[in-house]
């Protein structure tokens, strides 16, 4: 069975203060991993797909890597709109996206 | 284009009460999907459908229904709805190349109170 863990569960950062979040995943045959921004009552959006162990993708102040066992989202000075629950997900044999629980992200001006 | 979009945004219900929520995708996709969102559970799939048809169910399925009515509309349907449904759902349809999903697009989400 597929299954994804995100870690830390939240994390509070001051403006400027990078660091990662952490996705580990357990998948027979990973087809994608997607990393997904999500607002407070909004639906999750769209950041990142990365397809195979040692893939890097950059958006503005994020950088998403994957290894076999594992995806980071490294936030580089992070400012407040940065603030969201971030969702990372895995589509493997089943054709399926398993999503992890998310991280909740808060940066302090 | 509007991607993917769902009807009604908020809900409230009481106990035994029925309803459809809708919801509708103009990128022209095969697949949709329905996930319900709980405080500390994460996104779970309730059903899904791969293509005009055809639907499978997912994670938790059970107290729902669902219509593939066309390529462009998949609804949910609660029968009798009871507070364990209590939700935020989300309706989804990813861009696929092959069995490989590039993306996949959420709708704004329907609140639902049971009481």
């Known amino acids: 069975e597929d299954q994804v863990t995100q870690s830390p569960e939240a994390l509070r950062l001051q403006e400027g203060e990078s660091s990662s979040l952490n996705c580990s995943y357990t998948?027979?045959?990973?087809?994608?991993l997607f990393w997904y921004r999500q607002d407070p009552g909004k639906g999750p959006e769209f950041l990142f797909t990365l397809y195979s162990a040692g893939e890097e993708k950059e958006k503005e102040r994020l950088k998403a890597t994957l290894t076999k066992k594992e995806s980071f989202l490294h936030i580089t000075a992070p400012k407040p709109e940065d603030s969201a629950t971030y969702l990372c997900a895995v589509q493997g044999g089943s054709e399926k996206l398993v999503f992890g629980k998310g991280t909740k992200l808060t940066v302090n001006p | 284009n509007a991607g993917v979009t769902q009807t009604p945004k908020f809900q409230v219900l009481k106990t035994g009460q029925s309803m459809t929520l809708q919801c509708a995708q103009d990128?022209?996709?095969?697949?949709m999907y329905w996930y319900r969102q709980d405080p500390g559970m994460g996104l779970r799939l309730i059903y899904y459908?791969?293509?005009?048809?055809?639907?499978d169910k997912g994670e938790v399925p059970n107290g729902y229904n669902v219509s593939r009515l066309n390529k462009r509309e998949f609804s949910l349907r609660l029968e009798s709805a009871a507070p364990s449904q209590t939700s935020v759902y989300f309706c989804a349809s990813p861009y696929e190349i092959g069995v490989y999903v590039e993306t996949q697009y959420f709708g704004p989400g329907t609140r639902l109170l049971v009481l």
């Open positions: 998948v027979s045959g990973l087809r994608g």
């Open positions: 459908s791969a293509s005009e048809g055809t639907t």
């Open positions: 990128m022209n996709h095969n697949s």
